[in-house]
Every structure is written in structure tokens, then in C-alpha cells.
């Protein structure tokens, strides 16, 4: 395993990761399903167990992760100074923005890390997709930056959701990001098609904000 993958293990520090780990069997290895979609689609093969697979990842985390990688050899401990880098481009955002997937594996002298933005039963929205870019470009320019350290990391990006978006505004998006001018789409399977919602109303069902009323209606016809 690459001190890469080492260190972007290190950061992950989500409760909710450790609870899924802990409160079910499976945890988070990857079906043969997803992992048969995801190869699929990015054109590039999973493996069975990748070693690092978790959710709402910190992208503050994935940047400091490339970032240690140029002090190779380096151990976090007590007895030693804690390293400290500039800021001057504001680097490191401090801000809980994420990626909601990510799956890092090694494949030979190659490690790999595979982003996926996903959508359940709300929509997208261009403002967030494009921020998010935003971010993602800011440390896929630190891998491009220093190519003697960064050979053979790579970075791929998909977005995930029952339907494929129509309206996203790509034009701000890096080319890595939409090869072929394209972002990847993954169709995600809710496993239903009757979610509902909860809606406050008025008296006669109409939808308000701040109506004295709810009610209960399907989140899809």
C-alpha cells in the first residue's frame, strides 16, 4: 500500500464511517456490482478490495494527503515539530466542503484515487458542482506542479444520481474532469420508486413555507 493511500486513511475521521463499519456487516467493501459500474465508466479497473474506501471526505483532507507525500519518510509524533506550510493561495480552504465517495487503490507503481459526487432525491445545482470544481482543480494543479513527487497518481471524477442531469453548466469545469467534454454519469438505483416527502401546506394542501398545515406527498411521479 502507498503512504499515499496511508495518509489519506489518517484524515478520514467521519463518525459516520466508523459507524457504518462498526453497525454493519458488509462495512464499506464494495459490491461486485459497483465496483463492475464504476470500472466501467471510468475505464479503469477496481480492484476486488480496494484499500481505502469512505465517504464525505474532506477535500482540505485529500489536498494535506499530496501535500506529505513530498516528505517522504515523515511520521506525525509527540516528539517532533508539526509540519507547517504557506497558505499564500489559500490552499487549504478550512471549510467542511467534501467529495461524498472516494475509493483509492495502487495499481503497480500507479495509485489511483476516484471521486464520485452523488444525488439521491435532490437535484443539482450548477453553483454547487462548479465550486466544488473549483476546489478539486486548486489540488489537481499540485499534482501537475510537481511531477518528479506526483508521477503516477491520478485522479478521476464521476457523479452519481437516478437521473442524468440535463442543465449542468460544464463550460467552468477542468478537462480532467469531462474527458471528451463530458462529465461521467453513474446511474444510482433507489431501490424504490414511492419516497415520499413531508410538505407544509395550507388549509387546502397548497405547498407554503410557512403554512400552519403539512402534509405528505411523493417526492417522484
Not at 22 to 38: I, N
Not at 73 to 94: C, T
Not at 180 to 199: R, S
Amino acid at each position: 500500500m502507498s503512504s499515499l493511500i496511508e495518509n489519506l486513511k489518517r484524515f478520514n475521521s467521519k463518525e459516520r464511517y466508523f459507524l457504518v463499519n462498526y453497525a454493519t456487516k458488509g462495512g464499506f467493501e464494495l459490491s461486485d456490482e459497483f465496483r463492475k459500474v464504476v470500472s466501467e465508466a471510468l475505464n479503469l479497473e477496481l480492484p476486488e478490495s480496494p484499500p481505502f474506501v469512505a465517504m464525505d471526505y474532506h477535500l482540505d483532507w485529500l489536498l494535506a494527503s499530496l501535500v506529505l507525500e513530498k516528505y517522504p519518510g515523515w511520521e506525525l509524533s509527540e516528539d517532533k515539530d508539526l509540519p507547517k506550510f504557506q497558505n499564500l493561495k489559500n490552499d487549504i480552504e478550512a471549510t467542511q466542503e467534501d467529495i461524498d465517495f472516494v475509493i483509492a487503490f495502487d495499481k503497480g507503481e500507479e495509485t489511483h484515487i476516484v471521486l464520485l459526487e452523488v444525488k439521491g432525491v435532490t437535484g443539482w445545482t450548477n453553483k454547487q458542482l462548479i465550486s466544488k470544481a473549483a476546489h478539486l482543480d486548486k489540488i489537481d494543479k499540485i499534482l501537475v506542479s510537481d511531477e518528479k513527487c506526483y508521477k503516477g497518481v491520478f485522479l478521476h471524477f464521476a457523479i452519481v444520481s437516478p437521473q442524468k442531469p440535463e442543465r449542468l453548466k460544464l463550460e467552468k469545469l477542468p478537462e480532467w474532469m469531462k474527458p471528451n467534454g463530458k462529465v461521467v454519469w453513474m446511474k444510482l438505483p433507489l431501490g424504490t420508486k414511492y419516497l415520499w416527502k413531508v410538505q407544509r401546506c395550507d388549509k387546502e394542501r397548497k405547498a407554503d413555507a410557512n403554512g400552519k398545515w403539512w402534509t405528505v406527498k411523493p417526492r417522484q411521479k
